[in-house]
């Protein structure tokens, strides 16, 4: 089950921004030694990844963001499987091939019809394909997907096996610590040995519980109190299955401090808001001493791809609104956003507006 969602709301994401807590780092270590790699399925690293959040990552985000990092992995907005069934398959699953390794999410909770959609997935070239299970919104709710599955475990396991059954890529979870009064440890751990006994290969488990009646989206992003040790625990229970932490990751730093104890750290809307934040990732987190791009090489780099774009008819305001922080904290920084923010929507706008842009920051 599942329908399109039209139009779409940043705050339905299921990433928390969150304060910055403190970060479990390892003072023995330096942040320049390379870290062990996770069990990866299929090639997969998933040391760091970019959480799904909607109207934020969809292709054009990603293939920028895969211009700042080589190796991290990316996910796309949540997909419901109405949207793949009964609309625009093709837009849905439209991703350029620079932006691998990248895996698509799913809002849904008929097994069948997350069969069909993980295949049309898998088919199109998503090298993971993950099941939403953390998203509160209210017509998330009314779907039937999203975090109000927690209270359905065999729904969830029941999609989880028939995905497994469909595709050859790894089927995964994203989901919540709880939900609402459904939140003791014993809740999560029959959660998720359920979708883990079905055939699950990795739990990316946001550190925070879910209030479905009377928090809104965003408010479920600050108001529950963040809970890493809840993840950390739940690792022990399960020491061969790849778990990724979520919720109010600032840093790579902070994201690295995880690494020792857990498989992989997703950050949100900091790698969205500050998207420089993702040039040092290969050598922070991947050992990759390769020098990161300047800002305008990242942008010379880019020009290619908008230009396509422009030429298909997409508004050039529907990519360069993901690059607005791409001189953060540079001279010129509040030039460069303005210029896009005032030129970037009007009809006919092109690549000059972004070079114009480039030209105001030093």
């Known amino acids: 089950m599942g329908g399109t969602l039209t139009h779409r709301d940043p705050a339905m994401g299921d990433d928390s921004p969150g304060i910055a807590p ?4 390892r003072p023995s270590e330096s942040m320049n030694d390379p870290l062990p790699a996770s069990r990866s399925d299929s090639g997969l690293d998933r040391r760091l990844s970019v959480a799904p959040m909607m109207d934020w990552t969809d292709r054009h985000y990603r293939f920028f963001a895969r211009l700042l990092s080589r190796h991290t992995l990316l996910y796309t907005e949540m997909v419901t499987t109405g949207a793949l069934l009964r609309g625009d398959t093709a837009r849905f699953l439209r991703h350029d091939p620079a932006e691998h390794p990248v895996a698509l999410q799913l809002g849904g909770s008929d097994p069948a019809d997350m069969a069909h959609c993980a295949r049309l997935g898998a088919d199109a070239g998503f090298a993971e394909i993950n099941i939403n299970v953390g998203c509160p919104s209210d017509r998330v709710q009314n779907g039937r997907f999203g975090a109000c599955l927690m209270a359905e475990p065999a729904v969830v396991a029941d999609c989880v096996a028939a995905m497994k059954a469909a595709v050859p890529v790894p089927v995964t979870v994203k989901t919540r610590i709880g939900i609402d009064d459904q939140d003791s440890f014993d809740e999560l751990l029959a959660f998720s040995r359920a979708v883990v006994d079905a055939g699950c290969d990795v739990l990316v488990v946001h550190a925070r519980k879910a209030w479905l009646q009377g928090l809104s989206p965003r408010e479920n992003r600050d108001v529950p109190p963040l809970r890493y040790d809840v993840v950390l625990r739940l690792k022990q229970h399960f020491p061969g299955l790849p778990v990724v932490i979520n919720g109010g990751i600032q840093t790579l730093e902070q994201a690295r401090g995880f690494l020792d104890r857990l498989d992989g750290a997703m950050i949100g809307r900091a790698a969205y808001q500050s998207p420089w934040l993702l040039a040092d990732a290969d050598r922070i987190i991947y050992g990759d001493e390769t020098s990161p791009p300047t800002p ?7 020009l290619p791809y908008v230009e396509r774009q422009l030429a298909e008819g ?6 360069s609104r993901h690059m607005l922080g791409l001189f953060h904290g540079r001279p010129g920084a509040r030039r460069w956003r303005r210029t896009l923010s005032e030129q970037a929507h009007r009809p006919g706008a092109g690549i000059e507006v972004l070079r114009e842009a480039a030209r105001q920051v030093d």
């Open 22 to 25: 403190p970060s479990p780092t």
């Open 296 to 302: 305008h090489e990242v942008l010379d780099a880019l």
């Open 314 to 319: 997409v508004p050039l305001n529907s990519i």
